[in-house]
């Protein structure tokens, strides 16, 4: 059966940090790219960040760049976002999802329905 369960959202001030974590079982975690996505209540999910399961390269929204990082540690099944500097306007449900394809990658950000699986999401809260 596949899992995925987010971790590590909650309420921070106006340039704070918070790390998500994403844990997956079920499937074969190594070989899938993953990416981190967010919604508000009334508008589209869109991309924040994804990695590639073939040489870990990374890409970002332009909103985002330069304050998160995400990374993956195949040994424990688990993707991170970590997010510095955040503002209000990151507050959102955030997911993770994965793909098994790791081909253009950078694209897939745009192309939700391209990910195979995907988490429940975990609430995260700015305050200014």
């Known amino acids: 059966e596949v899992q995925i369960v987010e971790f590590g959202g909650g309420l921070v001030q106006a340039g704070g940090s918070l790390r998500l974590s994403c844990v997956a079982s079920?499937?074969?975690?190594?070989?899938?790219?993953w990416g981190w996505f967010r919604q508000v209540p009334g508008k589209e999910r869109e991309g924040v960040s994804c990695?590639?399961?073939?040489?870990?390269?990374?890409y970002y929204a332009d909103s985002v760049k330069g304050r998160f990082t995400i990374s993956r540690d195949n040994a424990k099944n688990t993707v991170y976002l970590q997010m510095n500097s955040l503002k209000p306007e990151d507050t959102a449900v955030y997911y993770c999802?994965?793909?098994?394809?790791?081909?253009?990658?950078?694209?897939?950000?745009?192309?939700?329905?391209?990910?195979?699986?995907w988490g429940q999401g975990t609430q995260v809260t700015v305050s200014s």
């Open positions: 079920g499937f074969s975690f190594d070989s899938y790219a």
């Open positions: 999802a994965a793909r098994d394809s790791n081909w253009y990658l950078e694209s897939s950000l745009k192309s939700l329905w391209e990910y195979n699986y």
């Open positions: 990695i590639s399961g073939m040489d870990d390269s990374t």
